[in-house]
DNA sequence: GCTTGACTTAGAGCGCACTCGAAGTTGCAG
DNA sequence: CTGCAACTTCGAGTGCGCTCTAAGTCAAGC
């Protein structure tokens, strides 16, 4: 099973494009990976399991600088373990927070999409029929704006 | 109550910068803004619950591009309300389906904190005690990485 | 042996969303 | 009246995270 695939595989495999794992290796968010004696790259499968947290790490919205600390405490080994988990565990609150704002907008724009959902039906109506106060009470909710 | 707020007092409400709201302003997302005979701007009711609105958009990912978009279609008034409901829509959709990533990643997040948790507590422990094959299976449940 | 396409490096370039600087008004406190 | 903070415009600069280019090397099929 020691296959060790070349950048392109992994490429196609993590989704990102070869250019972006290089870029991790030298900003030295991967350690230099192993090669093959043509020099080209040859990943292993821990080098990938890697790859895929980062990305986890990176798609949470992880600045890369942050990554880079996580990195190099990876680096350091079994002593790190515990600054590791810190540092996890407040991106982990961090990531908890922007889910409720995330939530919260959500809702809001949900609204919207039903006030303009109620707004296409009524123009789709005589406009002489009485639709009484309802459309009026919701601008009044939405705050003046359309 | 037409207060009507300057520059800096709508930065404080909205957290925004006096530049971001200047240059969300050129750009197009604000139509302009009214003046005082100084030429300063005093925004309105309405104008503030716009920039609220844009900055769920905006914190919810969308790109300013669509903003734009959006804001576009306001200014074409009635016309476009089914159309600025797809955009809500799209952009609703797109929300939801990050929402189940980070979701997920956040899951596996949570496995590697306790994951470092339990290694921290192993830690402390006699190494010359058995600890039995716990950890070794979740090394292998944790593909091979630390 | 030759072609084709994937690989290598170092460094430059890009798109986004701001963010700031310069140079000049304006408005209010003392 | 003076000082000074807050405002104005226009254009340039910044930080982030890639993304691409150039010039060259390597591997496999014909």
Redesign the pocket.
């Known amino acids: 099973m020691e296959t060790n695939l070349?950048?392109?595989?992994v490429a196609t495999l993590t989704q990102l494009?070869?250019?972006?794992l290089?870029?991790y290796e030298?900003v030295g968010l991967l350690q230099p990976v192993g090669?093959?004696?043509?020099?080209?790259?040859r990943y292993s499968a821990a080098d990938i399991a890697r790859i895929e947290f980062l990305t986890r790490l990176?798609t949470t919205g992880m600045?890369?600088?942050q990554m880079l600390r996580f990195s190099e405490l990876l680096r350091q080994g079994d002593a790190s373990v515990s600054e590791r988990r810190a540092l996890l565990e407040a991106h982990y609150q961090q990531v908890r927070e922007r889910l409720q704002e995330l939530n919260q907008n959500l809702a809001v724009i949900e609204f919207k999409i039903e006030h303009y959902k109620k707004l296409e039906a009524d123009q789709g109506a005589d406009p002489w029929l009485d639709k009484g106060p309802t459309v009026a009470k919701q601008n009044a909710a939405l705050r003046l704006e359309a």
Chains 1, 2 share one sequence.
């Open positions: 070349t950048i392109q595989q494009s070869v250019h972006t290089r870029y030298r090669r093959a004696t043509s020099g080209h790259r990176r600045p890369i600088r």
